[in-house]
């Protein structure tokens, strides 16, 4: 044992383990900052380039941390520390199941009351109890639910939903070039759309604050950042030079850092 550690008591040791638990928060605290300001530099084509070469991380790794940091800060803003998720586990378990703080907040709350006790008598919450925590009826809500159902309407009837799937068909007759650029168009297009629509269309309200503001629009940058991974890149398939195979699905094209996972140069 080193000799600081040696001079803790138990309760500063274990603050050391609780904040080596939590360290999560920090890491995708960093990483959003890192997205954000574009800070990995020239040497990495995108941020989620450098998540992969710089740190093995996934896409889809890169952005649970993020989100996972993102819900805790969230939720400390209107919980005490009791009622927060304990480990990065927890935090994805809720974020499956809960949209919304507030709904996070009371499914936590319900999996506190549901989950075993400890023999000092706290719940041991787990990811599995809040999975539970979520799937238990609540009958006021359910009530609500059924008001609001009854007045509400569906966004797409069965007809527009299969010909919004039909438009996601790859249309092979046009050159692969115009297809590429057709996609990368279109994503783009999307996420600014996507990004105006929340600047011109944000309500006003006194209990919005612009911290709170702030979260939202960089909640909408991540998502907006897991549809760009889907960009095509400017090159064919290198498995299939552009005709289409299972590694391309058939489109032809792929994403740059699939098409470096292949080969592709």
Known sequence: MTTELSTMNLSELEGVIDRLRLSFIDAGMALAEIRDAKMYGSAYVTFEDYCDKRW????????????????????????????????????????????????????????AKLAAKDKDGKPKITAAAIKKAAAVSDPEADRKAAIMGAHATTMFDPVELE????????????????????????????????????????????????????????????????????????????????????????CGYMPKMTYEMNGGK
Not at 172 to 181: D, V
Request: hydrophobic share 35%; net charge positive.
């Open 163 to 250: 010909a919004k799937s039909a438009s996601l068909v790859v249309d092979t007759a046009k050159p692969l070039a115009e297809r590429i650029i057709k996609q990368v168009k279109m994503i783009e297009s999307f996420c600014r759309a996507l990004t105006k629509f929340f600047d011109d269309n944000l309500p006003s309200d006194p209990w919005l604050d612009e911290g709170q503001v702030e979260i939202a629009r960089s909640q909408l940058k991540s998502c907006c950042g897991a549809i760009r991974v889907a960009k095509a890149h400017d090159k064919p398939c290198p498995k299939c030079d552009g005709k289409g195979c299972k590694t391309c699905r058939q």
């Open 56 to 111: 093995g991380f996934t896409p889809q790794r890169a952005y649970q941390l993020i989100e996972a940091s993102k819900t805790m800060l969230e939720m400390s803003t209107i919980v005490d520390i009791t009622t927060l998720p304990q480990n990065e586990a927890q935090v994805r378990a809720l974020n499956n199941v809960a949209e919304t703080t507030k709904d996070k907040v009371a499914v936590m709350k319900k999996a």
